[in-house]
């Protein structure tokens, strides 16, 4: 069983959620407008969320920087880097932008090129993709170590290792599969539950944006369930409004009492 925390960004948030594949949990989430003063401190902001997370956590004896840690790189910095080891995070897996200028063996040229004249082994052992790994460097991030792969006939990417150690390409993807999770899981958030409706101030955005994490977390209690067991969150969250009262349906699916007014 695996598991990492993931960083992700979304429109107005900035949010931790761990992982124990296939199953995605949010464990903070922040509202980050783009305009103000978090528009430029978003790296602050994360640190300060890691920091108060790895707290709370180490009480109940667990060390979430032990845990393989995966971002986006908008924000990403060499001194965002340092940060994250100083805070004790050793494997780091960052996706890397198309528009980012690399130097490779004396080569300098923006990452979308590279990913054009790589040449890409064929898959391996541990990795299923067709992909690469080298050393590179580039003005924000020094030198590191850069993985490529190519997921289809047209489209390319790439990683960087941000970790303490190095790592074996294999290492890396086996982290960086679980982004999958991830990205549905903030698409199921904006599509299923509405994210980007909420337009209350203050606490109350807050309560709402609460009440939909509750409400993923029901339906992903119910998916647990053997008559939901094959059906998609979209599907389960159809069946649901479907019905002709919730707590009928809490109260066949779920043993423990529910309370509701």
């Known amino acids: 069983m695996g598991a990492l925390i993931k960083v992700i960004r979304g429109q107005d948030l900035l949010g931790i959620v761990f992982t124990i594949q296939p199953i995605a949990l949010p464990l903070h989430v922040l509202f980050c407008p783009k305009q103000g003063r978090y528009h430029t401190t978003k790296a602050d902001v994360l ?20 845990l393989p840690l995966t971002m986006d790189a908008a924000y990403v910095s060499q001194e965002l880097r340092q940060r994250l080891h100083q805070l004790g995070f050793i494997d780091i897996i960052i996706a890397g932008k198309g528009n980012d200028v690399l130097t490779i ?12 004249v790589r040449m890409f082994e064929e898959p391996t052992w541990g990795i299923d993709v067709p992909s690469c790994r080298l050393w590179g460097s580039s003005p924000t991030c020094g030198s590191l170590m850069l993985f490529f792969f190519r997921k289809s006939t047209t489209r390319s990417y790439y990683l960087m290792n941000f970790s303490q150690r190095s790592l074996r390409g294999a290492e890396i993807w086996h982290i960086w599969k679980q982004h999958h999770v991830m990205e549905c899981f903030w698409k199921i958030m904006q599509s299923i539950f509405q994210l980007r409706s909420m337009h209350l101030q203050g606490d109350g955005l807050y309560t709402a944006l609460l009440i939909k994490v509750f409400a993923y977390l029901l339906a992903l209690r119910l998916q647990a369930q053997g008559v939901f067991s094959t059906l998609t969150m979209t599907e389960i969250m159809r069946q649901l409004r479907r019905e002709a009262d919730v707590r009928d349906c809490l109260a066949t699916h779920f043993h423990a009492p529910f309370s509701i007014g």
């Open 47 to 66: 640190i300060f969320m890691l920091t108060q997370r790895k707290t709370a956590l180490l009480r109940e004896g667990i060390d979430i920087s032990q």
């Open 105 to 116: 063996d004396t080569q300098k040229w923006d990452a979308s090129t590279w990913k054009k």
